[in-house]
């Protein structure tokens, strides 16, 4: 019996390696042909960094990422506002209401972008008409996008703490339901609501569908047209946006980490 | 109160009726909101399905989709979303599985866990550059081919068609597979292989008869799951292929940029509303077999 289990766990040491290293191959050898790729020209890096000399060289671009860090500060503001007191509000008064919320924020999982940038074509015309058409306003179908993602992250923080009878020790001390929800509940979720907003900057700067039929610039936009007229320097800015998008997602699964420990 | 509870029966009875009506109140902001941002959106492409360029109601719309060219775009959109969705599967599963048989050590479990993560969400315009950058036709890898005596396309550039999507789209599906597929291997108890082996089963009825058939339901469920993320994304393909129309979200593109073509912009609220069809049908199998993955697994 003992020599099975030596052998079997040889055997999976072996499957192991090779799984990894055939997928390993895989998954790093386009990440080394970016670096190789986005080399070849040696102005391309420093030119990268250097934001005043990259801005008058490729003004587009430079207002592609003005946009989109615009738009992921602006649709995470907005999730938190229109997101975090419902949850809150719905678990503590409204229970019923609860399936309908979790409902309408899962929707956007079985409607593709693609979809809903044809029925957000007309609902646009309005938006421009009262808002103009900076690309600010796609905050709007952004904060539609990310709903899922945010009211999951956020969900399970109100779940793992006892929203009812932290609300109920507050108000019979004489909290109003505001300083229940700002200064009881919100305290006790703050990572479930860090990392929501963590995820929802790394979608809209990964965000290019709604933007590109839309008409309005981002980051993917930007880069999109860039790789019309340089293909080194299309290439240079997505590994760069590539490495700022693991960043904030490694940071936000280490938050995931503690959260569950 | 007896009042008020026979003509508002769905009331509690006991709380007065302003209080019930001031508690909604809490919730216009977030109800308003999505009315307008997800609902209406999602009936202007219902109702224009059905709407003529008059207004009128027709079935031209719906009809249209059985042309040889839209149909075609569909078939295409299936291949290759079953196509990116398979191969992701048995790979995703067959990394999912080195994982868990390396439980002690824990280092390389995280690792590997958190850049599938980091992976599933590599999407869009910058993964199709990465493949530019590999197997273009400048490319890293297409170079390195070359220079060594194999031209990756003596038969036609593949890149831009279903074979190159294909292979893209692979790159978010294993990940993908990897995270939804490894809690449902977490379930697997080694007492049951203990079991097993009791019995004086072996490796193979092991995996036929007992660990195969509890993971099936997850694994079909992964698959599917799979399918629906390669259907519904556009970013990549749109990046790769910027001539033709190979698959449905770029036929939808092609009806939504060329409006000047009468009819066009409802036979794009057509193929839209067959792609909500597609992804809704898929999405109601996956929570049907994950209901069955939970009975064991769970």
Redesign the interface.
Known sequence: ?AG?AVR?ARR??A??WS??LV?GT??V??????V???TRDAETWPLLVNWPRLSETYPDLANGIVASLGQASLTSLLMLV??V??AI??RL??PR?RRL?EF?CL?????????????????YAWVNYFLGGSSLTLV??Y??LV?PYAYRAIDAGLSAIDVQTLAEAARSLGASWTTVIWRVVLPNIRSAVLSAAFLTV??VL????IA??LHRTNL?VA??YL?KSS?TM??AV??A??LL??AL??VL?LFG?RESR | MAEIATTAPQRVARRPRLRGASSLLGTVPFFAYVTIFLIIPTLVVVIGAFASDAGGFTLGNVRALGDEYVVAAFGRSITLSAASALIGAIFGALLAYALVTARTGGLLRRMVTAACGVLAQFGGVTLAFAFLATIGLSGFLTLWLTEHGFDPYANGVWLFELPGLTLVYTYFQIPLMVIVFLPALDGIRPQWREATESLGGTTWQYWTRVAGPLLAPAFLGSTLLLFANAFSAYATAAALVSQGSPIVPLQIRGALTSEVVLGQANLGKAMALGMVVVVAVVMTLYSLLQKRTARWLG
């Open positions: 019996m099975l079997r999976q040491r499957f192991r799984v990894l997928l895989f998954f050898v386009p990440l080394i042909a970016m190789e790729f986005s229109l997101l007191p419902t509000w719905v008064r409204l209401l919320v309408l929707l956007p999982l079985t409607i593709p972008a693609i979809v809903l940038v044809v029925g957000l074509a007309p609902v709007f179908a904060t539609v709903l790394a979608l990964g965000e290019f569908t590109s039929l993917q880069i999109d790789g293909a299309s290439v997505s590994l946006a590539l998008a693991f997602l490694l699964s980490k």
